[in-house]
C-alpha cells in the first residue's frame, strides 16, 4: 500500500509539470526514479496512465480520470499538511508539563501570569506530581526534575535558580528538645518524614568537607506535601527538611529556625526536559525560551 501511494505521489507530481524531469527537481529526486515509479503503478494497474515522447509527458485517459478521481483527496492532504505548519510556526495551542509540586512553587508559579501575558493563545496545562513518570507515554509535551532523575535520552535545560535544601524546627521546638548540632544528633528527635509516590521514605542529605551522609529519620509524622511538612513544622511537630524556597520567609518571620546549616547539601538544579529538539512545537519552544 505504501509503495503504491508513493507511486500515485510521483504520478500526480509528473502530470502537473508535464516533465519527469521538472518534477524530479521539485521533488529533490532522480528522474529515472520517478520513471520508475510511475511505470510500477502502470504494471500493478494495468494499464498506462502517462503518454511519454521525447519532448513532453500528458496523461492518458485513463490517467486523467484517475487523477480527477484522486483531486478532492489530495486537496483534503495538501489543507492538512497546510493547517500543520501554520500550527507549528504559531505560537497557540496546547503544552502539558509534568512538574514536581516544589518546582511549581519555587520555579513555575511566580512566572504563571508573566508567561500568560505573553502568550494568551497557548493553554499551558500543569501537572504537579512527585511522581517520576514517562512524559512520553503519559502524553505529556516535557517535564521537569532533577539533574540525577532525568533519562538519557531526553535533551535537558536548566531553570530557575539553583534550590537548597535545610533543616529547621519552630523556635519553640528547639527550646524544649536543644539544637542538634550533628546529623546523627536527629535521631533522638522528633522529625517530620517525607514519603514519596513510590512509596521510599527520603533519607535527609547533609554533607560536610565534602563528606556526604544521609539520615533515615524517625518520628510520628510522615506526610508527602512538602508545604503541609513545613507548617507542622512551624507548629512544634518536629524538625523538618525542605526546600530553603519553603522555609526562608517563616525564618525571616521568625517562626522557623536554621539547624545543622555547617552541613548543607550543595545546591541543585531543576531542569526542564523534553524528548527531541527537533520538530518542536512553537509553543513548547517559547516555553522553553521563557523558562531558560
Known sequence: MKHQLDSLGALVHVARQRSFRKAASGLGVSASALSHAV????????????????????????????????????????????????????????????????????????????WARAYPEVELEVVGSDAVVDIVAEGFDAGMRFGELLQQDMVALPVGPPVRFVACAAPAYLDAHGVPHTPQDLLAHRCIALRFPSGARYRWEFARAGQPIDIAVG????????????????????????????????????????????????????????PSARNMSASLRALVAFLR
Not at 503518454?51 to 492532504?77: D, K, M, W
Not at 489543507?79 to 505560537?91: I, P, T
Open 219 to 274: 518520628g510520628a509524622l510522615v506526610l508527602d506535601d512538602m508545604a503541609a511538612i513545613v507548617h507542622a513544622a512551624i507548629d512544634g511537630a518536629g524538625v523538618c527538611y525542605t526546600y530553603e524556597g519553603y522555609a526562608a520567609h517563616h525564618v525571616a518571620q521568625g517562626r522557623l529556625r536554621y539547624v545543622l546549616q555547617d552541613w548543607s547539601v550543595p545546591e541543585e538544579r531543576f531542569y526542564l526536559y523534553f
Open 39 to 114: 511505470g510500477k503503478l502502470e504494471q500493478a494497474l494495468g494499464v498506462r496512465l502517462l503518454n511519454r515522447t521525447t519532448r513532453s509527458v500528458s496523461p492518458t485517459p485513463a490517467g486523467e480520470r484517475l487523477l480527477a478521481s484522486l483531486a478532492p483527496a489530495l486537496g483534503q492532504i495538501e489543507r492538512a499538511l497546510d493547517e500543520l505548519n501554520a500550527e507549528r510556526s504559531a505560537v497557540r495551542g496546547k503544552v502539558r508539563l509534568n512538574i514536581p509540586r516544589a518546582a511549581l512553587h519555587l520555579v513555575l508559579a511566580p512566572r504563571l501570569a508573566a
